[in-house]
């Protein structure tokens, strides 16, 4: 079992990994040829990626630690899931729902909204 500040900084990584994913030139790619419904999941799940960092961040480790050691392994499948599915980007469908399935174990971390 890691330690929360593991955790955290695993989680840190794995975020800012996915923001790179999602503001690359292969994913805005996909996401330009997207229906409407689609191109504004997109948005909503890098805003939300973004105020999970900031949150992680500036946050005393204090403040989320049970959480974050309640929802391990919750986390780690949902990342290793969405990691799987930006490396492919063969579906803007299956990545939203990677992304959004990773936020969703995400929040009960961190507030998104």
């Given at each position: 079992m890691a330690t929360p500040g593991e955790i955290r900084d695993q989680l840190l990584r794995d975020l800012r990994a996915t923001r790179t994913q999602l503001m690359s030139p292969a994913w805005l790619t996909k996401i330009r040829d997207a229906p409407k419904p689609?191109?504004?999941?997109?948005?909503?799940n890098l805003m939300k990626v973004q105020l999970a960092?900031?949150?992680?961040?500036?946050?005393?480790?204090?403040?989320f630690r049970d959480e974050l050691q309640a929802n391990e392994?919750?986390?780690?499948?949902?990342?290793?899931?969405?990691?799987s599915t930006l490396a492919r980007l063969e579906?803007?469908?299956?990545?939203?729902?990677?992304?959004?399935?990773?936020?969703?174990?995400l929040a009960r971390v961190v507030t998104l909204f």
């Open positions: 689609q191109k504004q999941a997109a948005g909503d960092i900031l949150d992680l961040e500036n946050q005393a480790l204090a403040a392994a919750e986390i780690a499948k949902s990342t290793e899931k969405m990691k579906s803007t469908a299956k990545i939203l729902e990677a992304v959004s399935g990773f936020l969703r174990v």
